[in-house]
């Protein structure tokens, strides 16, 4: 099934191409201003996951349930994504809030915390190198900086490195050998 989901500062609506509602979520909630919905299928009941406001983790499940559950209060201007980080087959709750990076576990363990010199404020940027690597992109525009947190919360090696804008990873050649970063800078180039 297609799903449109948008949210206003009252509710969230889950639509289908048409826009008839497809699904009524049964309780409200504010969801986050800088996160989206993540359609989760790894379990036998697929669900839809954010935050709200507070920086609790919010699934919506196919017939209206709303399930919230609290780790910490995050401010509202938190970021939020739901990835695989430490390739173990479930999927992690990642937070930026501020300066600091924490990722849980879905039994709310924490994976890991790491804590910037700088405020942090577009977001997430997740990188997927395969079978057994995740790492987190972040940008410090006061700092003029990139940052790469491999899946062990720890500075992947040679950064920061210089840049402002959000950053792919990737090959130039079709039988590279090397990865090549490609960043925007404050001076208008492209740094490689």
């Not at 405020?119 to 190198?129: R, T």
């Not at 790492?135 to 919360?153: A, C, R, T, V």
């Amino acid at each position: 099934k297609d799903y449109i989901i948008f949210s206003d500062q009252i509710k969230s609506y889950f639509l289908d191409r048409k826009g008839n509602e497809r699904l009524k979520p049964k309780k409200y909630f504010l969801a986050s201003k800088n996160n989206k919905f993540i359609l989760d299928q790894s379990n036998s009941v697929s669900r839809f996951v954010t935050t709200d406001t507070a920086g609790n983790i919010v699934s919506v499940y196919p017939d209206g349930d709303i399930e919230i559950t609290a780790i910490k209060n995050f401010s509202s201007n938190h970021f939020f994504d739901f990835q695989d980080i430490d390739k173990d087959g479930r999927k992690d709750y990642i937070f930026l809030d501020n300066n600091n990076l924490e990722i849980f576990s879905q039994n709310l363990k924490k994976l890991f915390n790491f804590e910037f010199n700088t405020k942090l404020k577009y977001g997430l940027y997740i990188y997927d190198f395969g079978q057994s690597e995740m790492k987190i992109g972040l940008i410090s525009e006061e700092m003029k900086e990139i940052y790469l947190i491999d899946s062990n919360g720890q500075l992947y090696k040679g950064f920061p490195l210089k840049g402002i804008t959000p950053f792919s990873i990737g090959f130039l050649k079709k039988k590279g050998e090397k990865f090549n970063l490609i960043v925007g800078s404050d001076d208008n180039f492209l740094y490689n």
